[in-house]
Nanobody, 125 residues
């Protein structure tokens, strides 16, 4: 079983909505923290949202509101929904997983041990 398998993405018009999915292997899902990061061309990778398998969610401050992260423990799956898409949301989106730090799931690349291959999101006007 592949460690982290992503789906969704593609080309979307601004103002629209998008759903990204990630399915983890049993081993990786057991790490408890799952997250979405994104990296736009020429920019650093940044955290978008993370979720603990017990349900607590974390959002990068500026992204709370348009982004919703959720999980399906029965399927080892995680989902990111993005509403009111902006041109600046165009990026490669990465699913990631790692162990909690102090019980929390920090939105930092150093906190993640496993990464998906990335999936492209292109928002057009």
């Amino acid at each position: 079983q592949a460690p982290l398998v992503q789906s969704g993405g593609g080309s979307v018009e601004s103002g629209g909505s998008l759903r990204l999915s990630c399915v983890a292997s049993n081993y990786i899902y057991s790490k408890k923290c799952l997250a979405w990061f994104r990296q736009a061309e020429g920019k650093e990778r940044e955290g978008v949202a993370s979720i603990h398998t017990l349900g607590k969610t974390y959002y990068q401050r500026r992204k709370k509101g348009r982004f919703t992260i959720s999980q399906n423990n029965a399927k080892n799956a995680m989902r990111l929904e993005v509403d009111s898409l902006l041109l600046e949301d165009s990026a490669m989106y990465y699913c990631a997983a790692g162990a909690p730090y102090g019980g929390e799931c920090p939105l930092h690349t150093w906190a993640m041990s496993y990464w998906g291959k990335g999936i492209s999101v292109a928002v057009s006007s």
